[in-house]
C-alpha cells in the first residue's frame, strides 16, 4: 500500500500532538526535518542503515 508521504507526515503529527502535546515549534521542526532528511542525498545511508 502507497501513502503520500504528505498524509503520513499530517497523521504522525496529529498524533503527537493530541498524545503527547508537546509545543507546536518542536512538532513542526521535527516533521519538516523528517521531510528535508528523506528528500536528500543521505536518504540512500539512512536507509541502508534502518534495512539491516
Not at 528535508?36 to 539491516?52: G, K, V
Amino acid at each position: 500500500m502507497d501513502v503520500p508521504l504528505w498524509l503520513a507526515l499530517i497523521v504522525v503529527g496529529y498524533l503527537g500532538i493530541k498524545l503527547i502535546r508537546p509545543p507546536w515549534w518542536l512538532v513542526v521542526v521535527i516533521l519538516l526535518g523528517g521531510y528535508l532528511l528523506a528528500d536528500s542525498l543521505l536518504a540512500p545511508l539512512i536507509d541502508n542503515t534502518i534495512n539491516q
